[in-house]
């Protein structure tokens, strides 16, 4: 069965300074590859999601991703960080079976001045 | 616009009680999805309902029962409530009928945090 880790429980990133975090998945076939943010408290939002295509990903709030097939890997992006952006992050896939996403154990974000 | 309700927000329950949360979908959305979210833990799929009939099922305990009505909405019905049912649930849904392009996109409400004592 299709499954996604993320390797980083936790990152801690200043201000302004990028941020990128970890998605490796395990399928032979294109897998639909999605990253969802959770505010605490709140629910899921999609940030962005892969289906076939243009590898490189553009999402909301200045979040991309890009697929890479030769490392199994779906890896977000963000240039500048805001404090607003400190969340759980969860990389996910459908793959197996249409919605039925499998989720990756997350990457806490904090965002320090 | 329009989003996933859920309700209740919060719920209290003793062990050996039952539980029934509900979800109104997006307007026009055909698909509920039911996800519980475990303290620090990542979303698992429990159900999912297209069009008011069952479409996939994952790791929901036989204590629990789902449901979609003719109006689309849901209800996750959960019984003799274990302390390891304490948990955040969410619903989610989407538009997955045939004569649309597929988006893949789950919306996703608030969630209702369920605690057992």
């Known amino acids: 069965a299709q499954s996604v880790t993320q390797p980083d429980i936790h990152i801690t990133v200043s201000e302004g300074a990028s941020l990128e975090l970890r998605c490796n998945y395990s399928?032979?076939?294109?897998?639909?590859l999605f990253w969802y943010v959770q505010s605490p408290g709140q629910g899921l939002q999609l940030l962005l999601k892969?289906?076939?295509?243009?590898?490189l990903v553009q999402g909301i709030k200045g979040f991309e991703a890009e697929f890479k097939r030769s490392q199994s890997s779906f890896n977000l992006r963000k240039p500048s960080v805001h404090w607003s952006d400190a969340a759980e992050y969860f990389c996910?896939?459908?793959?197996?079976?249409?919605?039925?996403?499998?989720f990756g154990a997350g990457t806490q974000v904090v965002v320090t001045p | 616009a329009a989003g996933v309700i859920q309700s209740p927000r919060h719920l209290i329950k003793e062990k050996r009680e039952t539980a029934t949360l509900k979800c109104y979908p997006i307007p026009r959305h055909d698909t509920v999805y039911w996800y519980q979210q475990g303290p620090g833990q990542d979303p698992q799929f429990l159900i999912s309902f297209y069009e008011k009939m069952q479409s996939d099922k994952g790791s929901i305990p036989d204590r629990f029962s789902a449901q979609q009505f003719s109006d689309y909405h849901s209800e996750l019905n959960m019984s003799s409530l274990e302390l390891g049912d304490s948990a955040l649930y969410f619903c989610?849904?989407?538009?997955?009928?045939?004569?649309?392009?597929?988006?893949?996109?789950?919306?996703f409400g608030e969630g209702s945090r369920l605690t057992v004592l």
């Open positions: 989610a849904s989407s538009l997955q009928g045939l004569a649309v392009p597929r988006t893949g996109e789950l919306f």
């Open positions: 892969y289906f076939s295509g243009d590898t």
């Open positions: 399928y032979g076939a294109t897998p639909y």
């Open positions: 996910a896939d459908s793959t197996d079976s249409w919605g039925k996403l499998q």
